[in-house]
């Protein structure tokens, strides 16, 4: 009997609408399609949306795709490789592939729909993410709720001028990661972005932390999740995961 009561109850709240919502992760990138000065094409790279968006679903956690100017997201062209399994995945994906090309803009969602946010990385990140309001207030909010903010790569330029609650940066005094001056100097852009992300990152007073170039590096403080470089993709998607499940 004490069962069936149970059983009963789940039902009425399913038929009322009260049932727990399932989880919901924001995805955010670059709007930015221009390389500085230069004639090079930029943008989101590829992988660091497929890995963790797969991830992510997989785990029956649904994602939505934002950009800062909503509608289609430009792909680095460095980033589409078809040896690669999710490239291939995400080349045959008609779902995926129109929610990258139908963006929604990051200023008209609502951040209280949201248990995590993660700002996607690319080159393209480093012009249009850090000074933007919609950014910030979309962060705040979500981590205010309980949420988790997180970025991989060059999606930390998002983290810079995030505020807490009490006017100081939320990221200051906390472990993070990003792509470093030397993976930058190895590609050989130090001279073209507007700044060095590991520069700026520790100019805001984070721990910063770092592992070998292009190996995959993950790091997760206070509900504060990042991810060194495109090699980091997969496993911060594995950790997103297991802290919102």
């Known amino acids: 009997m004490k069962k ?108 209280n729909d ?25 962060s705040q909010t979500i981590y ?6 997180s970025a991989l790569c060059h999606g930390p330029a998002a983290l810079l001028n995030i505020k807490s609650k009490d006017g100081q940066y939320l990221i200051s005094g906390v472990k993070v990661t990003g792509f470093t001056n030397q993976e930058e100097a190895m590609v050989k852009l130090d001279g073209i972005v507007p700044y060095l992300l590991e520069s700026e990152l520790k100019k805001r007073g984070t721990k910063f932390e770092s592992g070998p170039a292009w190996q995959p590096k993950v790091v997760v403080d206070k509900r504060i999740v990042t991810g060194q470089n495109p090699q980091s993709a997969q496993l911060l998607g594995e950790t997103l995961v297991k802290l919102i499940k």
């Open 4 to 111: 069936l009561i149970q059983l009963s109850l789940i039902f009425i709240g399913l038929l009322s609408g009260s049932a727990v919502a399932a989880e919901k992760v924001l995805i955010v990138v670059t709007s930015h399609a221009q390389m500085g000065e230069t004639d090079e094409q930029t943008g989101f790279w590829l992988t660091e949306l497929t890995h963790p968006y797969y991830e992510l679903t997989e785990a029956g956690i649904e994602v939505d795709i934002a950009s800062i100017k909503g509608g289609p997201a430009p792909i680095d062209p460095r980033s589409i490789n078809v040896e690669e399994k999710d490239t291939q995945v995400f080349l045959n994906d008609t779902a995926l592939m129109a929610k990258v090309y139908t963006t929604l803009p990051l200023a008209k969602l609502n951040a």
């Open 114 to 138: 949201y248990d995590a946010i993660l700002f996607s990385g690319g080159h393209g990140t480093m012009w249009d993410f850090t000074e933007n309001q919609h950014i910030s207030s979309m």
């Open 144 to 149: 205010q709720n309980g949420g988790i903010v």
